[in-house]
């Protein structure tokens, strides 16, 4: 496979924000540490209550396509990510899913393309569930290597329980491995993936997982863990932060 990340492929990335304050973070450290930020493209959905929620909305770039849309008309995250890649996705080669509260390490974007070459496979799909940063105390967890793993399964709906099954960095492979689930907060592969699979809009949140990873599977398309860990994600909850389920039910 000729090489990609010194060809000028371009990464959309997708982002659905509700109410989280920590989206215009999140973009901002995006582009600062990525070796080709030129080369990076945001679409970010960004559902606020107007007047409210000003904090929440990103900044305007060139590179950032963003749509503003009342918080009550929101779907929730599936609709959310549906939508983004349906109408903010462009000419760009390749697509990274990422969740709105996430941070990065510097050259992200090349640690990317040089996993899917050493993958050696047009089909790959990258995805897991990332090491962990606090905002608010500036933490952030040593990079470990992160295979998805299923002990046990929902009791009335027989989903897989997913969880993060954590390795140390010592034990990371040089190659990519297989693996059978994709994470909604992590996932990487070409944009003609996502238009072949798309995204579901229906489902609301419980199932998400387990249906995009069937679905990629069945359309051909194989998942692996990232063995070059790029990114971390914010796992815990901010009171300044609504969460969808809680504004729309109660």
């Given at each position: 496979?000729a ?7 371009r990464i ?14 999140t973009?901002k450290?995006?582009f ?6 030129e ?6 959905l960004s559902?606020v ?16 396509r ?9 779907r ?9 890649f349906t109408t ?8 990274l899913?990422i969740d ?8 992200w974007d090349t ?6 070459e050493?993958a ?17 105390s ?22 897989p329980?997913?969880?993060s099954?954590?390795?140390?960095a010592s ?8 693996t ?6 992590c ?12 995204y579901?809009?229906?489902?609301y ?5 387990i249906?995009y ?5 069945t ?12 990114m971390?994600?914010?796992y815990?909850?901010s009171?300044?932060?609504?969460v969808?389920w ?5």
């Amino acid at each position: 496979m000729a090489s990609v990340y010194l060809g000028g492929a371009r990464i959309f990335v997708s982002i659905a924000s509700y109410r989280d304050p920590q989206a215009p973070d999140t973009v901002k450290d995006l582009f600062a540490k990525a070796d080709r930020p030129e080369s990076i493209f945001a679409g970010v959905l960004s559902q606020v209550v107007k007047g409210v929620d000003d904090h929440c909305l990103v900044s305007h770039h060139p590179n950032v396509r963003q749509v503003i849309i009342p918080a009550k008309e929101s779907r929730g995250a599936c609709w959310a990510r549906h939508r983004i890649f349906t109408t903010l996705l462009h000419e760009e080669e390749f697509v990274l899913q990422i969740d709105s509260h996430s941070r990065f390490d510097k050259g992200w974007d090349t640690r990317l393309f040089r996993m899917f070459e050493k993958a050696n496979d047009p089909m790959a799909v990258f995805s897991t569930y990332p090491s962990s940063f606090d905002p608010y105390s500036g933490y952030f967890s040593p990079q470990t290597y992160n295979r998805f793993d299923c002990q046990t399964f929902d009791e009335k709906l027989g989903f897989p329980l997913i969880s993060s099954g954590v390795r140390p960095a010592s034990e990371i492979p040089e190659f990519p491995e297989l693996t059978p689930f994709v994470s909604g907060g992590c996932t990487f592969t070409t944009a003609k993936a996502v238009r072949q699979v798309p995204y579901h809009p229906y489902l609301y949140f419980l199932g998400e997982e387990i249906n995009y990873s069937i679905r990629l599977w069945t359309h051909g398309y194989n998942i692996y863990t990232p063995n070059e860990p790029f990114m971390y994600h914010y796992y815990g909850r901010s009171p300044q932060r609504a969460v969808h389920w809680e504004d729309q039910f109660y």
